[in-house]
């Protein structure tokens, strides 16, 4: 078959990014043919690099040799909005068999399938100030985008909905009443062969560096682990990075932990592996992190999870069962008992430790590559009144 995959850029890699370079992979060495739209030209030699991970699709589709630099960011919105939709449409037009939107939680339609990675915008209430994408102005332009996603939804054919997580699925199926496919990504690390006993007492978080990342608790529950414990962030950063940097350090100072807290600004891939092999305890700070590829890649290197009870790495990762796979927190000082607790006891850390790497290996690519194209290859056997 020809398949379009739809995705904004490229620019940026994070989990999204990731299933995309998997999804194209998959389908060429399945026979597929795969035209990649994007809004901006990809160096897909760069992608390689920072994923550590080699796939070209056949074809290519852009709307833009490189994003336009506007530094209003109400026109950079509407530019992204008009571009985005734009190659959803020229890609459901475009005589392929199967079109695919990778950026669900924007606009989840036109396309035969939408994959869903994150908390879907249309259930973040402007209203209420709730900005977590950081999107400018959204207090205003929250009510003209609703306006918009219902007028797609009746213009245009229902996609499929697939979503990275139940608990994703849930707050999906709650406010669309949509039923969707939970096809969990593929998390393959090179860090999980490294030897669990040689573990330091670091605590590590790996994030983008922005405000719906939650990163600004790290100095508050470093403060209330004593010792010689290292608390490191690593992260990619944008334009909007500087704020967030800011705080995190004054709040360091604050806490006075600015000498065991060290923040290590857009790493390389090898920079990230090694420090999952250092690291003894994986710290997420995001509530409604959807699934959190990091957090499994972490287990992958023996890494013991600390996360929000709420969120997909509870509900789905750790399946909400405390101190099997890792451990959850409801607030500051639990998280820090828990770090405490792990770095204690030598026996309890190697023991969940182990579990955790071998409960990482149900997010592998060979199971992700099985649903993804068993999903694909039977979309035009299935009943058109199920599309």
């Given at each position: 078959?020809?398949?379009?995959?739809?995705?904004?850029?490229?620019?940026?890699?994070?989990?999204?990014?990731?299933?995309?370079?998997?999804?194209i992979k998959a389908l060429q060495e399945?026979?597929?043919?795969?035209?990649?739209?994007?809004?901006?030209?990809?160096?897909?030699?760069?992608?390689?690099?920072?994923?550590?991970?080699?796939?070209?699709?056949?074809?290519?589709?852009?709307?833009?040799?490189?994003?336009?630099?506007?530094?209003?960011?109400?026109?950079?919105?509407?530019?992204?909005?008009?571009?985005?939709?734009?190659?959803?449409?020229?890609?459901?037009?475009?005589?392929?068999?199967?079109?695919?939107?990778?950026?669900?939680?924007?606009?989840?339609?036109?396309?035969?399938?939408?994959?869903i990675h994150s908390v879907p915008l249309?259930?973040?209430?402007?209203?209420?100030?709730?900005?977590?994408?950081?999107?400018?102005?959204?207090?205003?332009?929250?009510?003209?985008?609703?306006?918009?996603?219902?007028?797609?939804?009746?213009?245009?054919?229902?996609?499929?909905?697939?979503?990275?997580?139940?608990?994703?699925?849930?707050?999906?199926?709650?406010?669309?009443?949509?039923?969707?496919?939970?096809?969990?990504?593929?998390?393959?690390?090179?860090?999980?062969?490294?030897?669990?006993?040689?573990?330091?007492?670091?605590?590590?978080?790996?994030?983008?560096?922005?405000?719906?990342?939650?990163?600004?608790?790290?100095?508050?529950?470093?403060?209330?682990?004593?010792?010689?414990?290292?608390?490191?962030?690593?992260?990619?950063?944008?334009?909007?990075?500087?704020?967030?940097?800011?705080?995190?350090?004054?709040?360091?100072?604050?806490?006075?932990?600015?000498?065991?807290?060290?923040?290590?600004?857009?790493?390389?891939?090898?920079?990230?592996?090694?420090?999952?092999?250092?690291?003894?305890?994986?710290?997420s700070t995001q509530p409604t992190e959807?699934?959190?590829?990091?957090?499994?890649?972490?287990?992958?290197?023996?890494?013991?999870?600390?996360?929000?009870?709420?969120?997909?790495?509870?509900?789905?990762?750790?399946?909400?069962?405390?101190?099997?796979?890792?451990?959850?927190?409801?607030?500051?000082?639990?998280?820090?008992?828990?770090?405490?607790?792990?770095?204690?006891?030598?026996?309890?850390?190697?023991?969940?430790?182990?579990?955790?790497?071998?409960?990482?290996?149900?997010?592998?690519?060979?199971?992700?590559?099985?649903?993804?194209?068993?999903?694909?290859?039977?979309?035009?056997?299935?009943?058109?009144?199920?599309?």
């Amino acid at each position: 078959m020809k398949i379009g995959l739809v995705h904004p850029s490229l620019k940026t890699i994070g989990g999204a990014e990731a299933v995309f370079l998997e999804m194209i992979k998959a389908l060429q060495e399945s026979g597929h043919t795969v035209t990649a739209y994007t809004i901006d030209r990809v160096d897909w030699k760069k992608a390689g690099r920072d994923l550590r991970y080699h796939a070209v699709p056949e074809n290519e589709y852009h709307v833009f040799q490189q994003l336009p630099s506007i530094k209003n960011p109400f026109v950079n919105l509407l530019l992204f909005a008009y571009s985005y939709l734009r190659l959803l449409f020229v890609a459901k037009r475009s005589g392929d068999d199967l079109s695919i939107n990778n950026y669900g939680e924007i606009f989840p339609s036109i396309a035969d399938f939408s994959y869903i990675h994150s908390v879907p915008l249309i259930t973040i209430d402007g209203k209420n100030g709730e900005n977590p994408y950081q999107i400018p102005f959204w207090r205003i332009t929250s009510r003209s985008y609703a306006l918009l996603y219902q007028i797609l939804e009746k213009i245009t054919e229902p996609s499929i909905i697939i979503t990275n997580s139940r608990y994703n699925a849930e707050i999906i199926k709650r406010h669309s009443r949509k039923a969707p496919l939970v096809l969990y990504p593929p998390v393959n690390s090179v860090t999980k062969d490294c030897d669990i006993s040689k573990k330091e007492n670091v605590i590590l978080t790996v994030s983008r560096i922005n405000s719906k990342k939650n990163l600004s608790i790290i100095p508050e529950i470093a403060e209330r682990v004593e010792g010689e414990v290292k608390f490191v962030i690593m992260g990619k950063t944008d334009e909007r990075s500087m704020a967030i940097l800011k705080d995190i350090q004054e709040s360091s100072r604050k806490h006075r932990v600015a000498d065991r807290l060290n923040i290590v600004l857009d790493p390389d891939r090898g920079e990230i592996e090694e420090a999952f092999r250092r690291a003894s305890v994986y710290l997420s700070t995001q509530p409604t992190e959807a699934f959190g590829m990091a957090v499994v890649e972490a287990m992958a290197a023996g890494c013991i999870p600390v996360v929000p009870r709420d969120g997909g790495p509870w509900f789905d990762v750790l399946d909400r069962r405390q101190g099997e796979f890792g451990f959850s927190f409801t607030d500051l000082e639990q998280a820090a008992e828990l770090i405490r607790r792990i770095l204690s006891d030598e026996d309890l850390r190697i023991e969940i430790s182990e579990r955790a790497r071998r409960r990482s290996l149900e997010y592998c690519s060979e199971r992700f590559r099985e649903r993804f194209l068993s999903l694909v290859e039977g979309f035009h056997e299935r009943p058109s009144a199920s599309r």
